[in-house]
């Protein structure tokens, strides 16, 4: 039977009180499956998972290679505790196809050695920084996996709302190659925008169509695996929205469970 986890990311839990433990205890009571956060350094690793697993929390690996060495070194430490999944924010920014062609081909070699998933991210300042070049990634290794975070192509590239054709299309391409979610929902201004806002609406609603379409396309592919997660990865100040006073202008914790049953209900409608 195929599962839907649904993560809560720690960088989103880094202005709340207390340590590390106790805010895995927090994200266990209140229904998540498990946790993202930073995974490559020894103890580290070592800390999260024995502690994640404790609880019965599974985890998304995050990785910042520059190299395919950067790869095989951290794959080097997580093999020895393992993971749901690593996700990688490709922290090079390549000119060419050929370049970045090179460097993935390196880091998919190494993952075919290792029993989990490592999966590519769509991110801002990454590799996949700019939706046209991946598009173009894609059409020439159209094996790569990724990870959608697709509010970086909204606010990158200023996506128009209402939408337009083509843009939709291109979204769903990189959906077509997604094997795990990051969630927030962004505008063509502003990466992280409140979920209750009735000025956000339209954007809730069509990144919901969005996940819906990339979790249908999932469920339908002949090599679908075990587990699909999708992250609550609302950021804390810069990316959460905050007033004069410094404080942000939105209850982050209660929008991640917010988003949680939002996408759980899309999960649901998906399965019948």
């Given amino acids: 039977m195929r599962q839907f986890l649904v993560f809560q990311s720690l ?36 800390r999260l998972h024995a502690a994640a697993t404790a609880r019965g929390l599974q985890i998304e690996g995050q990785l910042f290679p520059q190299s395919v060495d950067d790869l095989a070194a951290a794959l ?12 990688l924010q490709a922290d090079v920014r390549p000119r060419t196809q050929t370049e970045a062609a090179r460097l ?7 993952a075919e050695q290792v029993d989990f998933p490592v999966l590519l991210e769509t991110h801002r300042y990454r590799l996949t920084n700019d939706l046209l070049f991946t598009l173009d990634l894609l059409a020439q ?26 843009d939709d299309e291109q979204i769903r391409t990189i959906l077509r190659h997604s094997w ?42 002949p090599d679908t695996p075990h587990s699909l997660s999708f992250t609550c990865e609302l950021g804390p100040p810069p990316y959460a929205i905050t007033g004069a006073d410094g404080r942000e202008i939105s209850d982050r914790w209660a929008e991640a469970l917010q988003l949680k049953a939002l996408i759980r209900g899309v999960w649901q409608a998906c399965r019948k």
């Avoid at 207390?18 to 209140?30: F, N, T």
């Fill in 76 to 87: 080097d430490v997580i093999s020895r505790h393992g993971c749901h999944h690593l996700t």
């Fill in 104 to 110: 993935i081909e390196g880091w998919q070699r190494l």
């Fill in 11 to 46: 960088w989103a839990m880094r202005t709340e009180p207390g340590p590390m433990e106790a805010q895995l205890d927090r994200i266990k009571a209140a229904g998540f499956d498990g946790i993202t956060d930073h995974y490559w350094q020894a103890a580290d690793v070592a």
């Fill in 180 to 221: 795990g979610f990051h969630g927030r929902v962004a505008s063509s201004e502003q990466v992280q925008v409140s979920l209750d806002f009735p000025q956000h609406q339209a954007w809730v609603q069509r990144f919901t169509a969005w996940w819906r379409y990339g979790i249908e396309d999932w469920l339908a592919r």
């Fill in 141 to 166: 290794m159209p094996d790569l996996k990724l990870l959608a975070d697709l509010s970086h192509y909204v606010v990158g590239r200023e996506l128009p709302e209402p939408g337009v054709v083509e």
